[in-house]
């Protein structure tokens, strides 16, 4: 598989074959829904906690006498059953919602992500993307020149995500640039990962020779 790699300026600057392995693998639909479903479980920070009756403060106390009353015995007023009482089976912050993923299930899915993209036609091979200064106004006006390709004229524009940019691990400038614009998210080529893709309509890979070269290593050093 051949694809046109793109400079700054949308022009187009040659071709690259792209490994069938990492860009070419059929749907698989079940493995992305569970690692998908996996690493958002992990990424859950449990927030909602109620406290049972031992940790209900007061109720140290018997309210009344066991017997002679005509009432029904109680021992707390803090009892689950009573007004102000602690909570019986409510949610605990402590809860683990953590499910183990394989790297190599993650590998795969990331893949067949990218595979599904590529051949929606909205992966973005750029050769490099360099900024002089941290300026959103040049970042935008590369995300503009970016909507001339035939196919992601939607690219610029909106208010919701729909570009993630990946950049090597020193693309701070970069990264700063486009903060401020709400339908970008950019990340380096490591942190790719399965959600990521999929929260977003398009893919600009920069330096793909080397980024490509980087993801074909997560199957091969296993």
């Known amino acids: 598989m051949e694809t046109q790699i793109y400079n700054q300026k949308a022009k187009s600057v040659g071709t690259l074959t792209l490994p069938e392995s990492i860009f070419g693998l059929k ?18 920070t449990p927030v909602a906690h109620t406290k049972t009756r031992g940790e209900v ?9 066991q017997k002679g009353t005509g009432r029904a015995r109680h021992g707390s007023s803090r009892s689950p059953i009573w007004v102000g009482g602690g909570i019986t089976h409510g949610p605990r912050n ?84 486009f903060a401020n614009i709400p339908t970008v998210e ?17 893919l600009i890979i920069t330096q793909p020779t080397e980024s490509i070269a980087f993801l074909g290593g997560k199957i091969e050093k296993k």
């Open 94 to 177: 402590d809860k683990s919602y953590e499910q183990k993923i394989n790297k190599k299930m993650r590998a795969k899915a990331l893949f067949t992500v990218l595979s599904e993209k590529y051949r929606r036609g909205q992966i973005l091979f750029v050769e490099e993307l360099s900024l002089k200064a941290i300026k959103t106004k040049d970042a935008s006006e590369v995300l503009k020149t970016f909507a001339t390709i035939k196919g992601f004229e939607k690219m610029y524009g909106g208010k919701k995500p729909n570009t993630f940019i990946t950049v090597p691990a020193k693309g701070e400038t970069v990264k700063k640039s």
């Open 57 to 65: 403060r007061g109720g140290g106390k018997k309210p009344w006498k």
């Open 27 to 44: 749907p698989n639909a079940d493995l992305v829904h569970q690692v998908v479903t996996a690493m958002q479980a992990n990424a859950r």
């Open 186 to 202: 950019v990340d380096e080529v490591r942190n790719l990962n399965p959600v990521d893709v999929l929260a977003h309509k398009y």
